[in-house]
């Protein structure tokens, strides 16, 4: 995801990056081929072009896939937890 300094990450901020071609070339390639072999296939690995295989997120692992100037990868995804825990603890204050 793409982080906006003031707005952070939403959904959809990568859009930019693959569309418009403001990646180097070989991430926007392999943004395009696990996103093309996702809408074929369901399955985001069914490419066929070596890059490392997407894996399947789970509460336990929170593994996710992550694109970087140095080539796409896998992170753990847990940058935002504390934010969430805000958010979730304080959920009934939100309500409009």
Do not use: C
Not at 66 to 90: C, K, L, S, T
Request: glycine content about 10%; charged content about 15%.
């Amino acid at each position: 995801m793409l982080n906006i300094p003031v707005l952070g990450s939403f959904h959809v901020s990568d859009a930019a990056l693959y569309d418009f071609g403001t990646l180097p070339v070989p991430n926007s390639k392999n943004i395009m081929d696990t996103v093309i072999s996702f809408v074929a296939t369901l399955d985001p690995n069914n490419h066929g072009t070596g890059i490392q295989e997407w894996p399947e997120w789970s509460p336990g692992g929170k593994e996710m896939y992550h694109f970087v100037n140095e080539g796409p990868g896998v992170i753990v995804d847990d940058y935002r937890e504390a934010q969430m825990a805000w958010i979730h603890g304080n959920a009934d204050s939100l309500l409009v």
